[in-house]
């Protein structure tokens, strides 16, 4: 019998539904981990819009570690805190980066499971096939905001000067059309 407030499945059976990508896996690690990460973020420095970008590019960099078999189950682990320890390596990453270097200070608690480079996976995988599927059927103005936020990993103030725009209006826009790239991805699965 599980413990109450367990999920009905094992982390075992979480970690394959996540590599023959169920969509109620993917669901589950938002519901469980989207709001608890946030508050983590705003506790060190950071934004909700802060928060919602290094929660997707964290559960990115999982989900590409994943497909290319870089990240391995184990028995003890649970795939929440691991998914949790990506996106606040990104977080961390923000806040060591030039561009918020100004406004924020690196947190002194952060013990990561993992210390490998997360950044650096995207020419792998089935996955980047398809990201790059999705990314040509998105709108050109939108393609190209994605392809230099994620891919170029330009500042959203450097994407804003570009485009002749305020960098919240920016941001909206970016979040806008990760949004469609996700619909479009998920249509693909």
Not at 101 to 129: F, N, W
Request: aromatic letters at 12%; hydrophobic letters at 35%; glycine letters at 2%.
């Amino acid at each position: 019998m599980s413990p109450p407030n367990s999920p009905p499945f094992t982390q075992s059976e979480l970690y394959e539904s996540l590599k023959i990508r169920q969509a109620w896996a993917y669901d589950y690690l938002y519901q469980e981990l989207a709001n608890p990460f946030q508050y983590w973020v705003l506790r060190n420095s950071g934004s909700e819009m802060d928060a919602e970008d290094a929660f997707q590019k964290g559960l990115l960099n999982f989900l590409l570690n994943l497909e290319t078999g870089k990240y391995q189950f184990r028995e003890n682990a649970k795939i929440t805190t691991v998914v949790f320890d990506y996106c606040k390596k990104v977080w961390l990453n923000e806040l060591a980066s030039s561009r918020l270097k100004t406004r924020a200070s690196i947190p002194d608690s952060y013990d990561p499971i993992h210390d490998t480079d997360l950044q650096k996976d995207l020419e792998r995988g089935e996955l980047i096939t398809q990201v790059r599927n999705a990314l040509v059927q998105l709108k050109n103005d939108c393609r190209q905001l994605v392809e230099w936020f994620y891919i170029d990993d330009l500042s959203l103030r450097d994407i804003a000067e570009k485009l002749g725009m305020k960098e919240s209006s920016t941001k909206q826009k970016r979040y806008d059309c990760t949004e469609k790239l996700k619909k479009l991805l998920l249509k693909q699965i």
